[in-house]
C-alpha cells in the first residue's frame, strides 16, 4: 500500500515562495501521474499540476502557471511544488495525489497547510 506524506507548508506574506514536499512510501511505487489539488476554506478542491511519473511533462491551472513549478525525483519517490509569487488567493491545504491512469487518483496525502498574508 502506497502512502503520500506532504511537508512543507507554512505561512508567508504575499510574494513570497514555499515548496512543498511530497514523499511516498510502499513496495511498490509506480504511478502514471502525481499532481497537486488544493482546497480553500469553503471551496472545493481544485486542481493545481500534475506531473507523469516517466515522461516528466507538466500540466498547470491557469492560475498558478507561470508562478508555481511542480517536478519530481523518481530515485526518491518525491514530487515537489516550488510556489512563487504567492498571493493571498493561494492560501489553502494542499494535497498530493497519484493517479494509476491518465484520469482521476488513486491515492492521497494528509494535506498541507498554506497560507499567504497580505
Known amino acids: 500500500q502506497v502512502q503520500l506524506v506532504e511537508s512543507g507548508g507554512g505561512s508567508v506574506q504575499a510574494g513570497g515562495s514555499l515548496r512543498l514536499s511530497c514523499a511516498a512510501s510502499g513496495r511498490t511505487f509506480s504511478p502514471v501521474r502525481m499532481g497537486w489539488i488544493r482546497q480553500a476554506p469553503g471551496k472545493e478542491r481544485e486542481f493545481v499540476a500534475y506531473i507523469y511519473w516517466i515522461s516528466g511533462r507538466t500540466y498547470y491551472a491557469d492560475s498558478v502557471k507561470g508562478r508555481f513549478t511542480i517536478s519530481r525525483d523518481n530515485a526518491k519517490n518525491t514530487v515537489y511544488l516550488q510556489m512563487n509569487s504567492l498571493r493571498p488567493g493561494d492560501t489553502a491545504v494542499y494535497y498530493c495525489?497519484?493517479?494509476?491512469?491518465?484520469?482521476?487518483?488513486?491515492?492521497w496525502g494528509q494535506g498541507a497547510q498554506v497560507t499567504v498574508s497580505s
Open positions: 495525489a497519484a493517479g494509476k491512469g491518465s484520469a482521476g487518483y488513486d491515492c
